[in-house]
């Protein structure tokens, strides 16, 4: 049955340099439009994108939001643009102090930005009101990045009763860690929204690193997936005792076996 599925991704080629997650973050969305389901994607704009190039422009309607984050507003600024030779169009989340003078998780020195969790959440909120906008219900989102990685615990909290995510099934996609550093020791503060507070995080360790945002994002996932054979065994580990629905990694011949696990997140 074909299904609305919303991509929120870390990377994507051509905009940004090819990783397995960039490569992934195009391949997926194209498959599942050949398998005809109705897609959405989305990613942060981040600072080394070429705006001219890859032809983003600003969508006025959808960009003036300010999104508080640790006590701060920041605005948000949506761009978009079509990936040539494809029928994909991305969404771009933008704010200048998160995005647009940065590079992506690291810095010029190849330091870890002190601030990426609280980039992770302005990522997270910033997607999640845009398709609120779009008055669109996805059936499917799809998270693939530790930036994306605080999505599944909003969805399943703070945005449970929206119609546009009410009944939703959130997938996560596990790949290589990609950072050095922790979050430092505000991160639970910074997560606070609505109802949500910071001692709702008890289980979780007080300092948030690249295991502990992969720990929140297998506890407010309806599946799991491996996408690659580098994924830290540990999360793995965790994610079976946890009995959440885990694909294996499925190699290049990926298609079919996302499309057949995102039928049984389903039901179908």
């Known amino acids: 049955m074909a299904k609305k599925i919303l991509f929120i991704n870390q990377e994507i080629t051509p905009y940004v340099p090819e990783t397995e997650l960039s490569v992934m973050g195009k391949k997926l969305p194209q498959a599942m439009l050949d398998k005809g389901h109705e897609i959405r994607t ?3 704009k981040w600072g080394n994108i070429n705006e001219r190039r890859g032809q983003l ?8 939001m300010n999104l508080i984050i640790n006590d701060t507003d920041h605005p948000l600024i949506i761009k978009v643009a079509s990936i040539q030779s494809t029928r994909i169009q991305v969404y771009f989340i933008d704010n200048d102090d998160y995005f647009t003078k940065r590079q992506m998780s690291f810095d010029e020195n190849g330091d870890d930005y002190a601030d990426n969790g609280e980039r992770a959440i302005f990522f997270a909120r910033g ?3 845009t398709v609120k906008k779009l008055r669109w219900t996805p059936d499917i989102i799809h998270c693939q990045g530790w930036m994306s990685g605080v999505v599944p615990f909003y969805i399943k909290t703070a945005y449970k009763e929206e119609p546009s995510f009410a009944n939703v099934k959130v997938v996560t996609s596990l790949f290589t860690k990609d950072l050095k550093k922790d979050f430092g020791n505000n991160f639970k503060t910074c997560l606070e929204f609505r109802d949500i507070k910071a001692d709702m995080l008890s289980d979780y360790n007080d300092v948030f690193d690249f295991e502990e945002l992969g720990k929140l994002a297998i506890d407010y996932s309806d599946g799991i997936i491996e996408s690659t054979g580098e994924v830290s065994q540990d ?9 959440i629905l885990l694909l294996k990694c499925p190699g290049e011949d990926f298609a079919d076996s996302y499309n057949q696990f995102y039928d049984t ?3 179908e």
């Open 235 to 243: 999360l793995i580990d965790y994610a079976n005792s946890k009995n």
């Open 42 to 44: 989305f990613m942060p």
């Open 127 to 129: 997607v999640l009101e």
């Open 265 to 267: 997140i389903c039901g």
């Open 57 to 64: 422009h600003e969508v006025i309607r959808l960009s003036g």
